[in-house]
C-alpha cells in the first residue's frame, strides 16, 4: 500500500469516528438519559389526579399519588390514603383507602365529628363546611347545598382510625366541575373584618408565611361585646383559611375550648400557622340562638 493511500484511509476513518460522535452527542441532548422516559404517555393515575379544571400547587404539579404538598391538602393521596369521590348532583360521594388497599372505615373524631368536610370553588367562594354520614361499607355521602358552575374542590379533614397513619390528621382534596358558564367573583380586598347576620366579626394579628402566630377574633353585635357565643364543634368558633390562587388549606385551631354552661366572646383566640405568604380566605363560624354564622374575611400573610 503506498503512503497516499494509507493517509488517504486514515482520513477517511477519522472523519467517520467524527461524524459518529457526533451523531452520539446529539442523541444525547434529545433522547432521555438511562432511566428516564420523556415520551411515554402519562399514565392512568397521574390524569386521574390532573384532572380538568385542577388547580395547581405554586410549583405547577398536581396532586399525583404519594407526593407530599406539605400537608396543604391539595393531593388526594397522602401517607398511603386515598381519597376516591364523585359528584352526583348536590351529592358528593367519596371514600377513603388505606395503606393496605381496603376502604377505611375506622376514624378518631376531630372536635366531636369523624369526618370534617368542605367544598369551595376556584375563585374561594360558595365556601361549605358539612359532616357526611358514612355507610357501613366506608362510604360518606356530603349533601352539599346548590353549587354554582365552575371549578370546585372538595377536601376531607379526618383522623385514620387505623393502618400506619392511625392517630395522624390529613387533609385530602379532589377537585369537581359543575358544568354551565362560570361567574368569576372576585377576591375581596384583605380587611380587618366583617359583617354576618347583624354581627360584626374583628380580625387582629399579622401572622407571617411559615411561622406559628395567633390571631384574635372579636364578635359585636349592635356596637356591643357579643358573651353568648354557644359551643360549636366544642369550641366557641371554628376558623378555616384558604389560599388565593391554588386553593391550599389552613385549619386555625382554637386556643381552649369551650366552657359548659357558659357563653363565649367577645374574644376568642386561634394558634395561626399559615404556610404561604399572600391573601388567605378566612371562614369564621359561631353560633348564637341556635344558629350558625359564617363570617369570611381576607388575610394579607407577610413572608
Known sequence: MTRTTTTTRRALLTAAAAAALALTLAACGSDPMPGMDHGAAPSATTAD?????????PDGMAGMPGMDHGANGLAAEQGGYRLEGS???TEYRFTVTGP????LTEYQPEQTKEMHFYAIRSDLSGFQHLHPTRSADGTWTAPLAALPPGEWRMYASFIPGAGSGKGTGLVL???????????PVPLPAAATGATVDGYTVTVAGAPKAGAAGELTVTVAKDGRPVTDLEPYLETYAHLTAFHAGDQAFAHLHPEG??????GGGPTLAFHAELPKPGDWRLFLQFRTGGTLHTAAITLNVAA
Open 257 to 262: 375550648a369551650a366552657a359548659t354552661g357558659a
Open 87 to 89: 359528584l352526583a348532583g
Open 173 to 183: 382534596s379532589r377537585t369537581a366541575t359543575v358544568a354551565g358558564q362560570a361567574e
Open 49 to 57: 389526579h390532573d384532572m380538568p379544571g385542577m388547580s395547581h400547587g
Open 100 to 103: 393496605d388497599g381496603k376502604v
